[in-house]
Every structure is written in C-alpha cells, then in structure tokens.
C-alpha cells in the first residue's frame, strides 16, 4: 500500500458519522463554537427538551377534550348504521340527509322485488348528499320465498346483486316460510352456494339473516348452512331481537362467542328481558325498542361482540316503533354514543 499522505477529513465524516476522524467544528464556528462546546449549551438544551415536552403534553389533553360528535370519533370497529323503518314519510334524498345529520354512517332497507329495486338505485343516487363522505349502503336485505317460482326467484337475486354492485354493498338473506311449502334443507344449502358464486364474481358477500319465524331463526342456526355451503364470501349476521325471540337472552355472549368468526353485521334494539309468549304476527313491541328504552341491558351484547372480536359495522332497528321520528333515531344515537364510550373505557 502506498504511503501517499492522506488529505483532510470530509465535513460528511464529523463526529460518530464513521470512524476516519473528528472535524474540528469549534475551530469551524470560532467563538459560538466555545459557546456551543460549554455547560451553557447542556442547560439550554435541556431547558428547551422540558419546554417541547410540556408543549406535547398540553396538546394530546386539548385533542382528548375534544368533543365527541360521531362514533367514530371514540371507535372505528363499531360504525352505526340504520334501518330506514318508520322513515316513510321521508324521501329517499331526506332520509340520508336525516340519518346523516344525526351522525349514522349509513342506511339499511328491504329489496323484495323489482319494483323496491327503484328504492335502491334511488338511495345509490342520493348518497352523494351526505356530508359524511363515507356514509354508504352497507347491506341490504331480501327475502327469499319457496311459494316463488325458482327462475323468477333467481332473477330477482341476480338483479339485485348486480344492482348492489354499484354501490358495493352487501346482501342480507332471509330464509321464509312458505305457504304452500317450505325448502328443503339441502336447497337452501345450494341456493347459498348459487348466490355466494355469483355474488363473489361482483367482490360482494352474502350474509344469512337469521329471523324469528322463519326457516333459520338464529345465528346458531345460520351456521349450520353456512358450514355446509363452504364458501369463502358466505357469511351470517347476529340480531338482537331474533336473538332474544330465540331464547339466547340470558346467554348472549355465549351465542355471539358460538359463532364470532363469521359475523358480518349486527343489530341493535332496545327491548324487554321477558318476551311474549304467542305474540301476533307483526308484533315486535318487546323486542324491538328505541335503544333507551326496555329492561334488557343492551351493553352486554356489545360487550359481547368487543370479547369476542367481532369488529363489525352494527344497525339499529327501528322496525314498528311508535315514538316521533326526530325522538328515537337521534336518542338512540346518543345512548350508543355512551355506551362505546363506557365499553371502551373497560
């Protein structure tokens, strides 16, 4: 090797930047550099270090006071949506306008047929009014009935599900009963598959909706089919009401925990603990309650739902209520608001 003398060191190669020498930053910076080299520096730097941390500490206490306008502000795993029930009265376009104004990040309906799949290009137009720019159509929901005859019911499903694709939403499916007859268990099995194919080839899912009175009354009893299809994009979602009405009231979380994996939506009601014997067709007054109203602890199932890890966009029913419009969509919006607050202070 040569013994060439070696030239000065870098400026890029001061201080620990490498080990091939220490550039000469007092000499460099003349009298600042004594400044800089002294105990001054040392107290000043640690003067300044407190100040940057009082400055942090006020800021992060000025965000918590922060008010709370939306569920998303406290949580982002439980958006609150809503079904559209008791909003007739309403057009579509005030609907959302409604539902957004309150704070829900989306809405919920029935398609049943051809016509209501006006309803639903209709509200597909209308989301572009809401200020929430995330405010959607999560799911909507069908029944599918034996009494119709199958390729009639199989074109509905499919214009639906290519209809829901603009808006990539979801479909809900309720299995009833028929008059004239019911489906056979291995049917319903291959009508899921036929509908899980079709509607994962659009990139949505399909979820079982359990119902009371129906042929599949409880998450319980979704999953049974759900198993039995095996689809990927096959899934079920966890009703309060049908719940109770199924006699899992007293047992909530274990009924979520049987079937957390495989939850795609939920929903919410107020409602009373002891349910009516023989109740008439229709009748959901028990069951179905403004969300501060009922003796039945509505916490507990969304404390169920966070001890299972069931991160999932959650509905409130509305169905058959009697309270003003304005009252109950907003109180109960309010009495969810404080019950994230208190489940995600545990």
Not at 17 to 22: L, S
Not at 136 to 151: G, K, S, T
């Amino acid at each position: 090797m040569s013994d060439e003398k070696k030239g000065p060191v870098p400026i890029f190669y001061a201080g620990q930047c490498g080990r091939a020498g220490r550039f000469p930053f007092r000499e460099f910076l003349g009298p600042l550099g004594s400044f800089l080299s002294g105990n001054r520096l040392k107290r000043d730097l640690k003067r300044g270090i407190l100040f940057l941390a009082i400055l942090l500490v006020v800021a992060c206490g000025h965000k918590q006071k922060k008010e709370k306008n939306s569920v998303s502000d406290i949580t982002v795993n439980y958006p609150l949506f809503s079904f559209d029930f008791t909003l007739d009265e309403k057009s579509i376009k005030d609907r959302v306008l409604f539902l957004d104004s309150i704070g829900f990040e989306g809405v919920t309906f029935s398609v049943r047929n051809e016509k209501d799949l006006e309803k639903l290009v209709k509200f597909q137009a209308a989301l572009k009014f809401a200020k929430n720019k995330h405010f959607n159509i999560p799911v909507v929901f069908h029944a599918l009935n034996p009494d119709v005859q199958e390729a009639k019911r199989d074109r509905m499903w499919k214009n639906l599900l290519n209809q829901l694709a603009v808006s990539k939403s979801d479909l809900w499916v309720i299995v009833s009963q028929g008059v004239k007859k019911s489906f056979m268990n291995h049917e319903i099995v291959q009508i899921f598959q036929e509908m899980a194919d079709y509607a994962d080839s659009l990139h949505l899912n399909i979820v079982i909706y359990p119902h009371d009175r129906t042929t599949i009354e409880s998450a319980s009893e979704a999953l049974v089919f759900l198993k039995q299809a095996d689809r990927k994009n096959l899934y079920l979602s966890f009703h309060l009401c049908h719940e109770i009405r199924a006699g899992n009231g007293d047992r909530i979380n274990e009924a979520v925990a049987e079937v957390a994996p495989f939850i795609k939506y939920a929903s919410i009601s107020g409602s009373d603990r002891i349910m009516n014997e023989n109740p008439p067709k229709g009748y959901w007054d028990d069951a179905i309650k403004p969300l501060y109203k009922g003796d039945f602890n509505t916490q507990k199932f969304l404390e169920a739902l966070v001890n299972n890890g069931c991160n999932c966009p959650v509905a409130l029913h509305t169905f058959g209520l009697k309270e003003p419009v304005d009252e109950h969509f907003s109180k109960s919006f309010s009495t969810w608001v404080d019950m994230v607050e208190k489940v995600s202070a545990k």
